[in-house]
Structure formats: structure tokens, C-alpha cells
T-cell receptor, first 113, second 111 residues
Framework: SAVISQKPSRDICQRGTSLTIQCQVD?????MFWYRQQPGQSLTLIAT?????????ESGFVIDKFPISRPNLTFSTLTVSNMSPEDSSIYLC??????????FGAGSRLTVL | DAKTTQPPSMDCAEGRAANLPCNHS???????VYWYRQIHSQGPQYIIH???NNETNEMASLIITEDRKSSTLILPHATLRDTAVYYC????????????FGQGTRLTINP
């Protein structure tokens, strides 16, 4: 299965700023997803990152707040815009090559002050 | 997507078999049962999946009832490193491949 790397692994940011998280996969994957995990909670799907087109967002998540890019089959970025302390979470990237197994990165832990 | 119900927490002694139940009474005929686990501060890790037959791999066994409304994940000889949150998820084989996570079961392996 694919190996997924995320950068940064953690960051501390100031309120009102934006942070872009990068997700790199070691092989081409057909599907890529971004999840959020708030402290003590389960994972919530933010969006499906579509290669060459706009991401598909889940209910409660909007493009202006979480713009996503996916320029090719091995790379995607998630930006958390105009951050507030409520955005403090772990953000996880995942991908699938169609082999029925979704692989996850280790996550990017974001703290907003 | 069909929903799953899991106990919020379980304890198991090291070296014993850990049996984690999951109810998925509204599962559809084309939906698989997946199990993932999340060890503290790591991303979720795939364990096993199945449709209707029992499955076994190097990590665990998956027992699915004949009516497919429930399943059990079995860790045959639990170790301290198996302490994690275990998620049971149902997901169609075709179409959207996203996983929708519930709250999972926090399994604690005790020495």
C-alpha cells in the first residue's frame, strides 16, 4: 500500500493567519481525502481532493475556509485559512490506489493561539 | 453509508484474545466491513476487511455473522502495543471510497 508523508508534522500559528499542509504519496493514487480530528474526537472527513478539478466538500466544510489543491496523482495540499483557536486539530491526508485499502498519513497537528 | 455501533471502551489482559464487537444492522449487500485502528498520535492503520466470509491476516481475524448485521474483530494474543482506538466502518466496494468514522472502541491492554 502507499506511503503518505505530511508536512508540517506540527505547527503553532497565530489567529487570523493561514497554513498550508502538504501531502505527498510515494505512488500514484486514484483517490485522496482530507480529514480533521479535533482533540479527543474521531476523524471527520473534510473533502475529497480531485485531481485536476475542484475538491468535493462534505457538509459543514467550505472551499473558502479549506482550499484544496491536487495538481497530480501523488500530491495534494490543504490550506486552513483565517485560523481561529477552534481550528486547532490534527489534519490527516489519506489515499487509495483502488485496492480497497485507504492509507493515512501521520497527520499534521495544528495549534492556533 | 450504513452506521456502526461499538462499545466506547474495553479492557483486555496482555496475552489474551481481544474480541471487539461491532453492530451494523443496516448494512447493504454491496458494503464491506472494514476495521482500522489508531494508536495514540498516529494516523489510522488498516487492519482487515471482509464482505461475508470470515477473514484472517497476520494482524487479526474478522468474524461476520451470517446475516451480516454484526461482526467481531479478534486480536488473538493481545500485546501492550495493541492499545488503541479501533474503528469498525462499512463502506461500499464501488463508488466513493471515502471512510466515514464513528467513535470507535478504545481498547486498553493491561499487563
Amino acid at each position: 500500500s502507499a506511503v503518505i508523508s505530511q508536512k508540517p508534522s506540527r505547527d503553532i500559528c497565530q489567529r487570523g493567519t493561514s497554513l498550508t499542509i502538504q501531502c505527498q504519496v510515494d505512488s500514484q493514487v486514484t483517490m485522496m481525502f482530507w480529514y480533521r480530528q479535533q482533540p479527543g474526537q474521531s476523524l471527520t472527513l473534510i473533502a475529497t481532493a480531485n485531481q485536476g478539478s475542484e475538491a468535493t466538500y462534505e457538509s459543514g466544510f467550505v472551499i473558502d475556509k479549506f482550499p484544496i489543491s491536487r495538481p497530480n496523482l501523488t500530491f495534494s495540499t490543504l490550506t486552513v485559512s483565517n485560523m481561529s483557536p477552534e481550528d486547532s486539530s490534527i489534519y490527516l491526508c489519506s489515499g487509495s490506489s483502488g485496492a480497497n485499502v485507504l492509507t493515512f498519513g501521520a497527520g499534521s497537528r495544528l495549534t492556533v493561539l | 453509508d450504513a452506521k456502526t455501533t461499538q462499545p466506547p471502551s474495553m479492557d483486555c489482559a496482555e496475552g489474551r484474545a481481544a474480541n471487539l464487537p461491532c453492530n451494523h444492522s443496516t448494512i447493504s449487500g454491496n458494503e464491506y466491513v472494514y476495521w482500522y485502528r489508531q494508536i495514540h498520535s498516529q494516523g489510522p492503520q488498516y487492519i482487515i476487511h471482509g464482505l461475508k466470509n470470515n477473514e484472517t491476516n497476520e494482524m487479526a481475524s474478522l468474524i461476520i455473522t451470517e446475516d451480516r448485521k454484526s461482526s467481531t474483530l479478534i486480536l488473538p494474543h493481545a500485546t501492550l502495543r495493541d492499545t488503541a482506538v479501533y474503528y469498525c466502518i462499512v463502506r461500499p466496494l464501488q463508488g466513493a471510497q471515502k471512510l466515514v468514522f464513528g467513535q470507535g472502541t478504545r481498547l486498553t491492554i493491561n499487563p
